[in-house]
């Protein structure tokens, strides 16, 4: 890490200092979620095997740190999706979590990349991965007329993040959940993320700087939870 990102993940920890271990936190199910799955500390079984495996692709680009992508996993298996899609793969270990901790179809999309074969080679063990890249808008809408709707969707690795969100809005259900990748990548990107947190289309929010978390449960009243996750 350099030095400038662990300064900025430094100042951002004190910014965030109030917002652990779910202190103010009323909603039980919100508090569940922050104390329960996302500051989890068990070492789950398949953990071992994925460090082994990531430390193969540690010097490739596009993949989550070891603690959020072991989040990844721990959604996951606390969500239970049918069934998972996912918008711009990277280098496959942020899917590789994904794929260990439920197996569902997972359909993953990204832009042509040299490293295609590589990426494929690492996802083969997971007989219900779907990778295919190309042109990522279009693949995106043959999955949404194609095939079931995901429950559980991640915006990772793409320069598309805007225009996949506004294509699945109309498809959201109250069990969806869609985590959003690096909000904070860059300025516009921050800018649209502060823009999503207000928008009326989505429910209860999570900012957990790595990552995002977005509902759509209207029944629920809407809030936006800052975690200290650094």
């Not at 994925?50 to 989040?71: A, C, I, N």
């Not at 901790?101 to 832009?111: Q, R, Y």
């Not at 909000?183 to 502060?194: C, F, L, S, V």
Request: hydrophobic share 35%.
């Amino acid at each position: 890490m350099k030095m400038s990102d662990l300064c900025l993940r430094i100042w951002n920890w004190c910014c965030r200092f109030r917002h652990r271990c779910g202190y103010g936190v009323h909603s039980p199910s919100d508090f569940f979620l922050i104390t329960s799955v996302i500051y989890e500390k068990m070492p789950y079984y398949a953990f071992q095997l994925l460090h082994y495996s990531r430390e193969d692709e540690k010097d490739q680009l596009f993949h989550y740190r070891e603690k959020t992508d072991r989040l990844l996993f721990r959604l996951v298996n606390y969500l239970q999706p049918a069934s998972m899609l996912e918008i711009g793969t990277g280098c496959g270990l942020d899917t590789r979590y994904m794929a260990e901790a439920k197996h569902v179809p997972l359909f993953t999309i990204d832009e042509e990349r040299q490293d295609k074969a590589r990426i494929k080679h690492v996802l083969s063990a997971y007989p219900l991965v779907d990778y295919r890249t190309g042109n990522v808008l279009r693949l995106l809408d043959e999955a949404l007329t194609g095939r079931p709707f995901a429950d559980l969707i991640h915006i990772g690795h793409t320069p598309y993040y805007k225009e996949a969100f506004e294509r699945l809005l109309p498809m959201v259900t109250d069990r969806t959940c869609i985590i959003v990748g690096a909000p904070y990548a860059t300025r516009e990107k921050k800018r649209w993320w502060k823009q999503t947190i207000a928008d009326t289309r989505t429910g209860v929010t999570f900012d957990l700087y790595d990552i995002g978390l977005v509902f759509f449960d209207k029944k629920r009243v809407k809030e936006h939870r800052i975690v200290n996750f650094l």
